[in-house]
């Protein structure tokens, strides 16, 4: 898909991966970029892209990717100024990690993981991408409509991407019951949108980017890093994140790519 032009919607975008897609999608002439984020960095770093390249590619938005008014305000505000939003990216992220069930010492009672702790992780990771995903494909599919087309042909270029950020903690890993259940949970919704938004020309992907040097993992300390994480990729060091936004460009730019990538750097977790 030719990216060049093209209007784009990146969540998380204030900080680690999110940040570095923008960067690469300015770097390969996107013509506008809506950097969302909930931290007012991000418009620091919308203005930092604005500078290196030159031209005000990125427009920032503060806000909870939670908050459906807010979706749509951002949607409406670059359709109005700027075009029609064909790649979206929700990179936004948390993690919330404690095992799923563990033995409280002092009581020999059971603590079981907090069920209000999962829905928000559920809300942010899962519900959030899937919903400023299909928004995409909406204002598209409606832009289609009111040009007449219907199901979508080969000739016409390729109408849109989505790129999910899913995770190796997917595949299980241990104290990441929500974390993980809903990296895993959007592969079903990439497979889904796959089969539906193609009728509107919109392609869709995951990307699992292994441990990558972000905020999000730094937070785990360096002995952490070291003993659980380093040794067990092949690399022998964290990705960094212009290697996690180069290849969800590629996903966006190469149509021939669909379904799932992982770009782990050679996880290979020690046995439980
Ligand atoms: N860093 C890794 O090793 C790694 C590995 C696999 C997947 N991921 C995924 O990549 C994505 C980005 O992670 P990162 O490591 O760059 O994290 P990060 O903490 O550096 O950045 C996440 C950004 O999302 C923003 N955010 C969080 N919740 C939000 C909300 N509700 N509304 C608006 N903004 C919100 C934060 O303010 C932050 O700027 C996440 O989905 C994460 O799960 C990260």
Not at 235 to 260: H, P, Y
Request: glycine share 8%.
């Amino acid at each position: 898909m030719e990216i060049k032009n093209r209007i784009a919607v990146v969540t998380g975008a204030a900080s680690g991966i999110g940040r570095a897609v923008c960067e690469n999608l300015a770097d390969h002439g996107v013509k506008t970029i809506g950097m969302v984020d909930m931290n007012e960095e991000v418009t620091a770093a919308a203005d930092t892209i604005n500078r290196t390249f030159n031209k005000k590619v990125a427009v920032p938005f503060t806000g909870n990717t939670t908050d459906s008014e807010f979706r749509s305000k951002v949607y409406d505000t670059l359709d109005r100024e700027h075009g029609t939003v064909s790649i979206c990216v929700p990179c936004a992220g948390i993690t919330r990690d404690a095992l799923a069930v563990k033995i409280d010492k002092e009581t020999g009672k059971s603590i079981i993981y907090p069920e209000e702790k999962f829905r928000f992780v559920i809300e942010v990771n899962l519900l959030a991408p899937i919903y400023w995903a299909m928004e995409m494909v909406a204002r598209i599919a409606e832009d289609r409509a009111r040009k007449g087309l219907r199901q979508w042909r080969p000739e016409e270029r390729v109408q849109g991407t989505v790129i999910f950020i899913g995770s190796v903690s997917s595949q299980g890993n241990k104290g990441q019951i929500s974390y993980a259940t809903t990296k895993a949970g959007l592969e079903g919704a990439a497979a889904t949108l796959t089969k539906e938004a193609i009728y509107h020309g919109v392609r869709c992907g995951v990307i699992h980017p292994g441990y990558t040097d972000t905020p999000m993992v730094r937070a785990l300390g360096e002995e952490f890093i070291k003993k659980n994480i380093l040794q067990y990729t092949q690399l022998g060091r964290l990705i960094t994140t212009e290697e996690i936004a180069d290849a969800i460009r590629f996903m966006i730019s190469n149509s021939a790519v669909s379904g799932e990538l992982w770009a782990d750097a050679g996880w290979h977790p020690a046995p439980a």
